[in-house]
Nanobody, 114 residues
Framework: QVQLVESGGGLVQPGGSLRLSCAASGRTINDYTMAWYRQAPGKQRELVATITSRRSTNYADSVKGRFTISRDNAKNTVYLQMNSLKPEDTAVYFC????????WGQGTQVTVSS
């Protein structure tokens, strides 16, 4: 059973940066496509970025050019580097493996505000 723990969120001013981490335990996630999602207040959870086991990446149009997803197989961890943050990026961010039955973690809150 894989457990996922997200961290790295916080309060940042517009234009700032944060790096989120998603640490997995229980078994390796190296063979999985991993993804970051976010859910803003009153909105549905949305897909932000994905990374395959071969490190092929894909991004939502709203974050393309600003966010970078990466993975460290040795640490069993996935990252989301977020630059040029905007107020509309404010949300709880989650990671998961699409198409699997891995449970959701608690997420990490990102608040972009001056």
């Amino acid at each position: 059973q894989v457990q996922l723990v997200e961290s790295g969120g916080g309060l940042v001013q517009p234009g700032g940066s944060l790096r989120l981490s998603c640490a997995a335990s229980g078994r390796t996630i190296n063979d999985y496509t991993m993804a970051w999602y976010r859910q803003a207040p009153g909105k549905q959870r949305e897909l932000v970025a994905t990374i395959t086991s071969r490190r092929s990446t894909n991004y939502a149009d709203s974050v393309k050019g600003r966010f970078t997803i990466s993975r460290d197989n040795a640490k069993n961890t996935v990252y989301l580097q977020m630059n040029s943050l905007k107020p509309e990026d404010t949300a709880v961010y989650f990671c998961n493996a699409p198409g699997t039955s891995i449970g959701w973690g608690q997420g990490t809150q990102v608040t972009v505000s001056s």
